[in-house]
């Protein structure tokens, strides 16, 4: 069955970084893209951005370029996502959705999510 | 940007009850690229629709999309006891991103 398993919480301060893996079994992890959704406490849904697993291109939410990165292994069949100059705003639990091969398409199996804590 | 408007934003209601949530785009959203995700507290979202209308693998009948352009319903035409919950729909047809609704809370009346 498919699963993505992602790594587990994380507490950093102010201006570091944080690098959460998204590690996915189940399916042939070279035929879809992955995409990465964060949620503040109490809050709604916000889409980060998406990578393709085949070829490695990538579309990022405006607001987050320059300070976010995605990535993939395929020998290991694991997409990361690091997100840089960490601000209290980024508190949130971060997800990893499987979607789109060639654009960032609905997720229809997701990570068990992240929480990343940023705090003094 | 597309921006995504939900509504309402809480919808009290009694199981074995019609529910009708809206989600409206700021501008057209291109062949009907358009998701509804269910989200239980504490779980990750669960996809329900996409394209507009159709059910995503394993979603019951119950559960229905609609609409174009800008205007688009997810009907859950009568409520099960776990289908308490908070609703997100998402847009993925701009080359720009994704983007998400701010919610529609389902609760019990």
């Known amino acids: 069955q498919v699963q993505l398993v992602q790594s587990g919480a994380e507490v950093k301060k102010p201006g570091a970084s944080v690098k959460v893996s998204c590690k996915a079994s189940?399916?042939?992890?070279?035929?879809?893209?992955i995409s990465w959704v964060r949620q503040a406490p109490g809050q709604g849904l916000e889409w980060m951005g998406w990578?393709?697993?085949?070829?490695?291109?990538?579309n990022y939410a405006q607001k987050l370029q320059g300070r976010v990165t995605m990535t993939t292994d395929t020998s290991t069949s694991t997409a990361y996502m690091e997100l840089r100059s960490l601000r209290s705003d980024d508190t949130a639990v971060y997800y990893c959705?499987?979607?789109?091969?060639?654009?960032?398409?609905?997720?229809?199996?997701w990570g068990q999510g992240t929480l990343v804590t940023v705090s003094s | 940007e597309i921006v995504l408007t939900q509504s309402p934003g809480t919808l009290s209601l009694s199981p074995g009850e019609r529910a009708t949530l809206s989600c409206r785009a700021s501008?057209?959203?291109?062949?009907?690229?358009l998701a509804w995700y269910q989200q239980k507290p504490g779980q990750a979202p669960r996809l329900l629709i996409y394209?507009?209308?159709s059910r995503a693998t394993g979603i019951p009948d119950r559960f229905s999309g609609s609409g174009s352009g800008t205007d688009f319903t997810l009907t859950i035409s009568r409520l099960e006891p776990e289908d308490f919950a908070v609703y997100y729909c998402?847009?993925?047809?701009?080359?720009?991103?994704?983007?998400f609704g701010g919610g529609t809370k389902v609760e019990i009346k």
């Open positions: 990578i393709s697993a085949y070829n490695g291109n990538t």
């Open positions: 501008q057209s959203v291109s062949s009907s690229y």
């Open positions: 998402q847009q993925y047809g701009s080359s720009t991103g994704l983007t």
């Open positions: 189940g399916y042939t992890f070279t035929s879809y893209g």
């Open positions: 959705a499987r979607g789109g091969l060639t654009a960032a398409r609905p997720g229809d199996y």
């Open positions: 394209g507009a209308s």
